[in-house]
């Protein structure tokens, strides 16, 4: 629900519970630290993240057999915190261990595959190359259409993917079709403050500031803000960054 700090509330109450009553390298431990580690990434505070995912991963090591798809999960994470970081070959070899795993142990349209594959294509978006990225969340998109139903929230981050790829390449009219695709979902599953809908808004905005359309744009951002005002902590960057965005618009009006 994007409610972060509640969210952690309750991890750290459950991770006191099991470092009282199991051993040290439990997996459930390991489950505990990675929850934890998941927040504070969605909180924009890295190095915290990082933190708990290692902790979580030393566990794995330890206790499982190195095929086993919880160690794909501890990669998969960590390498999300480095891509979130600006550090994209280390987040690339990361998430191509998680994928070696995954495509060994899972079945072939299994939904961590397609995170896996989405995850990549974003580390290839981020170093600019598009059709890389657009071969990877395309491969995602096809494992996600075939076994999630069709207002999947996952399948909403898949076209807002493929759509911010086309936004890069300059191809604006595809990139609206499937932010558009992704907003439908989006609003259908989601409550009205929740993050990933601003996130949303914000591809809207900026590509309507491409556009030169600059009220609509206008219009977008300042939805995005005030969702990110309501559901983000006041130091997350992606606050800062669409407040940014705002100031660039009406110097354009």
């Known amino acids: 629900m994007g409610d972060y700090s509640k969210a952690l509330e309750f991890y750290e109450k459950e991770h006191k519970i099991y470092e ?17 580690g998941l927040v504070y990434n969605n909180m924009g505070d890295y190095s915290k993240a990082l933190e708990f995912y290692e902790k979580a991963h030393k566990i794995r090591e330890k206790a499982l057999p ?11 994470n960590i390498a999300l ?27 072939p349209n299994h939904p961590d595959l397609a995170a896996s594959y989405n995850n990549i294509g974003g580390v290839y978006k981020n170093m600019g190359d598009y059709s890389k990225a657009l071969e990877f969340y395309e491969k995602s998109l096809k494992i996600k259409e075939k076994a999630l139903p069709p207002n999947h929230p996952s399948l909403a981050t898949s076209y807002n993917n493929i759509g911010g790829v086309y936004d890069n390449m300059g191809d604006y009219s595809k990139a609206l079709e499937f932010h ?15 993050p990933d809908l601003a996130i ?9 500031e491409k556009m030169h359309k600059y009220s609509e744009a206008l219009s977008f951002l300042e939805k995005t803000l005030s969702i990110f005002k309501k559901s983000l902590p006041s130091s997350h960057p992606h606050i800062q960054s669409v407040r940014n965005a705002i100031d660039n618009v009406k110097k354009k009006m």
């Open 200 to 208: 949303s808004y914000w591809h809207f905005g900026s590509i309507n």
């Open 20 to 36: 009282k009553a199991l051993p040290s390298n439990h997996p459930s431990l390991a489950t505990s630290y990675n929850d934890i």
């Open 81 to 107: 915190v480095y891509d979130n970081m600006g550090d994209y070959s280390k987040a690339l070899e990361l998430y191509e261990k998680s994928l070696k795993i995954g495509e060994k142990a899972l079945p």
């Open 180 to 194: 558009e695709k992704s907003l439908k979902i989006g609003e259908k599953a989601l409550p009205p403050n929740h």
């Open 66 to 76: 190195p095929n086993h798809p919880d160690l794909a999960t501890s990669y998969n």
